[in-house]
């Protein structure tokens, strides 16, 4: 048989040269892929087909040699089938992830081609293939959307450089043999041992989104489209399905962008960046000269998915990689679209259900609720409204899980340790006892602490400490019982805003404020008023375009400046307390004049309600965050005004150190026991005794026994905290004397240590 002539034209002009379109058309292209679907439809061994596929493709390129190598295991490749190579070799061949070339190429997701395969960097000759002779060298990996199976290698006893167009036609078969493999027919009988990927354990490496446990099975948020015929014999049929395809996406997509109220700055920018995409004539072109050359409308997408997935690995340059995604997110429309298969594949959620996620919104995670036992994230940030709807459904989370999505199935078992961050995938038999144990003895550490509900956290010293705890949910009350919390310490209002499309109602929010109070049978309930902007913008909020968010328009800033929400969300308030008392407290206050001002519209809106006839709250005490250093050191007047003051030790730890909360690299670097920052919150718990304000200290170190006790020992008495930690707290709370351990913290002070942490852990070892 004659080579295939694979010739195409060189890559034309491309904005982001997202790869090479072919010129040509080519048939023999297509009787090459019907062979193979042939083979591969036909009886036999799982092996006799991958000989026969290696036979095809050796002859249509006209090389000597064909290979394919699939995964043995998430590092090892083993030689599989060949056609040229000596057969001994099969089955024996095996190489490591990034050694030699074909490992280079399953590394790396690209094509290595070279006329010289010896004289490039990383070769590794294996003498019992007798693959010497063949210095020419083409291979590409068999990868499907990004996730990686094998690499396919063709060799030649000529010295020459593959064609653009032998390699484009190589990734069409290869993308082909992807898609077969992942339907199993390689696996003609166990007995070839064939690997298939999503078989073997995977272990990823994340970070704490939420502490906690879980043992489950995957239930992707967005699943896997299943290609059942990757080839076709009719490409105008083909064309035809993708062309009605891709105006249905145009359409939807440009009904999405139109719904969304952005004018100008970066986000429309954005937004304008992803409609080119979806109306791109050279992506499309692409997708078409894919059909031309024998694939479907479902699997030529899928080819040009997973190349860009392919530069997606290797862009550095940020702008780059979001467009990357945006062409990742449209494809993955067009193939639901083509697929007909939406969110809803039928597929049905397995006990115990894991969401797996690229990432997800908080509405949409509200929307699963408690059903879920755990969330694994690609990205997220331990900030993000993600994080804090899984910290208020107290559900371990794991972020940056790396390539989670492309290795995990629907229904695989799978293992979350929140704690350290770490997710186990299909998990040897071995990890998944160790895991159980410590999920048992964290089972049996929580039912001792249950023993400890309704004793008080009095320390050996005498001095009791209140242990309230964070809410933000309707679904969190529940725990005000479980926990043995005397109160909510802070109650996030934003996360209501967060999950609706518009402002909510006045009414609304008077009856789930009202609900809110009913459900804390008459314990105490502080309600921090909205807490917007920063990482928390509300879906119909315009954007703000602030190069440092953080420090930004946010909080009470917006909440003084656009008064009309705030009154509202007051005059909820009142509405919901009456003839109780009512605890407001204002977020991120930086100097007195805010809170004087914010404290005033409250007094106004008494005012009105009262004028306007509405039976009263029984008694209303105003609080502020404390969240910045600059209010550690307001007037004296600035105290005695507040009714109680609440440290918000996230932001006010990240603004003291100047280390972004949500930046993981710079988040852990400042410890909470640093002796500078001790000394703040010492000076703070002074400065409130002497005006006789109570303090309260409600950022996640509240919830970290050391930390907890440390601050206790400083004089906080009130701690509020997520409910799972007020029993390990308490516990701690009532063996330490907190009267010595100040004594081991003025000392650290008085010797100079630069971190108290040491002082603290080395004492506390001792009791
Ligand atoms: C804090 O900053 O410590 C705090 C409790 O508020 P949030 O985490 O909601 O910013
Ligand atoms: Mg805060």
Redo the contacts with the bound molecule.
């Keep these: 048989m004659m080579p295939l002539n694979w010739n195409r034209s060189e890559p034309g002009p491309e904005p982001l040269n997202w790869g090479i379109m072919p010129e040509r058309k080519d048939s023999d292209s297509r009787k090459l892929l019907l062979r193979l679907r042939e083979t591969l439809a036909a009886p036999g061994s799982g092996q006799h087909r991958l000989d026969q596929i290696t036979h095809h493709i050796a002859d249509s390129m006209g090389t000597q040699v064909c290979s394919i190598y699939l995964f043995r295991d998430a590092e090892t490749l083993e030689l599989c089938a060949t056609e040229g190579l000596k057969q001994a070799s099969v089955h024996k061949t095996r190489l490591r992830l990034g050694e030699g070339l074909v490992g280079r190429v399953a590394r790396t997701g690209r094509h290595v081609n070279t006329a010289n395969a010896p004289a490039e960097p990383g070769f590794r000759f294996m003498p019992e293939t007798g693959e010497e002779v063949y210095p020419s060298f083409l291979g590409v990996p068999i990868q499907r959307v990004g996730e990686k199976l094998g690499v396919l290698v063709v060799q030649s006893r000529e010295a020459r450089q593959f064609s653009e167009d032998e390699i484009y036609g190589l990734e069409v078969v290869a993308m082909v043999l992807a898609e077969m493999a992942e339907l199993g027919v390689f696996l003609g009988s166990q007995s070839d041992g064939l690997p298939l990927a999503h078989r073997f354990p995977v272990m990823f490496r994340g970070t704490t989104g939420q502490e906690g446990a879980a043992e489950g099975r995957v239930w992707l948020h967005e699943p896997r489209v299943v290609i059942s015929n990757p080839v076709a014999d009719d490409p105008l049929k083909e064309k035809a399905r993708l062309n009605e395809g891709v105006a249905m996406l145009r359409t939807n997509v440009d009904l999405m962008l139109s719904g969304s109220d952005v004018e100008g700055g970066d986000s429309a920018e954005v937004m304008e960046a992803y409609r080119l995409f979806a109306h791109s004539r050279s992506w499309l072109r692409r997708m078409e000269e894919a059909i031309d050359l024998g694939l479907s409308a479902e699997a030529a997408v899928e080819k040009e998915q997973g190349q860009a997935r392919a530069r997606l690995e290797s862009a550095s340059d940020p702008y780059l990689r979001d467009r990357l995604h945006d062409l990742d997110d449209l494809s993955n429309r067009l193939l639901r679209i083509l697929t007909g298969q939406g969110k809803d594949t039928g597929a049905e959620m397995p006990e115990n259900p894991i969401l797996v996620a690229r990432n997800i919104g908080p509405a949409e995670l509200l929307d699963y609720g408690r059903k879920l036992k755990g969330v694994v994230l690609e990205e997220g940030s331990v900030g993000s409204h993600a994080a804090i709807v899984a910290r208020a459904l107290a559900i371990p989370l794991v972020i940056h899980a790396d390539r989670v999505i492309a290795e995990a199935l629907n229904g695989d078992p799978i293992l979350v340790d929140g704690d350290s961050g770490v997710v186990h995938l299909r998990p040897e038999e071995s990890v998944a006892i160790a895991f159980r144990d410590k999920m048992a003895m964290q089972a049996e550490a929580q039912s001792r602490y249950a023993g400890l509900r309704d004793l008080p956290a009095t320390s050996p010293c005498g001095t009791t400490i209140q242990l309230y705890m964070n809410a933000g949910l309707m679904a969190d009350l529940p725990s005000l019982d479980g926990s043995g919390a005397e109160g909510v310490g802070?109650f996030?209002t934003e996360l209501q805003f967060l999950t609706r499309t518009r402002v909510p109602r006045r009414g609304e929010l008077a009856a789930l404020y009202a609900h809110v109070l009913d459900s804390a049978h008459g314990k105490p309930v502080m309600f921090r008023t909205l807490?917007i902007g920063s990482d928390k913008v509300l879906p119909y909020m315009k954007p703000q375009d602030e190069p440092n968010p953080a420090m930004g328009w946010r909080a009470i800033r917006v909440g003084l400046d656009k008064r009309g929400v705030l009154r509202m969300q007051l005059q909820a308030l009142i509405r919901a307390a009456v003839g109780k008392p009512l605890y407001v407290m204002f977020?991120f206050i930086t100097e007195m004049q805010e809170f004087e001002d914010a404290h005033r519209l409250l007094m106004e809106q008494l005012a009105r309600e009262q004028r306007l006839g509405h039976a009263m709250p029984s008694d209303i005490r105003v609080g502020a965050?404390l969240?910045t250093p600059s209010l550690a050191f307001a007037p004296k007047k600035f105290f005695e005004m507040c009714d109680f003051i609440s440290v918000?030790?996230?932001?006010?730890k990240q603004f003291f150190f100047a280390a972004d909360r949500e930046n993981e690299r710079v988040r852990r670097r400042y410890d909470t026991l640093n002796t500078s920052f001790i000394t703040l919150l010492d000076q703070i718990v002074q400065r409130c005794n002497a005006a006789n304000v109570p303090v309260s200290f409600?950022?996640?170190d509240a919830g970290r026994p050391i930390e907890a006790v440390t601050f206790a020992a400083l004089g906080f008495r009130r701690l509020s905290m997520r409910p799972a930690s007020i029993g390990p707290v308490k516990h701690l709370i009532r063996r330490v004397n907190l009267a010595e351990l100040r004594g081991v913290i003025d000392e650290g002070r008085a010797r100079g240590d630069t971190n108290l942490r040491r002082a603290v852990t080395e004492w506390l070892a001792v009791q």
């Design positions: 802070l996030r807490d977020p965050m969240e918000g030790g996230n932001d006010l409600c950022g996640e």
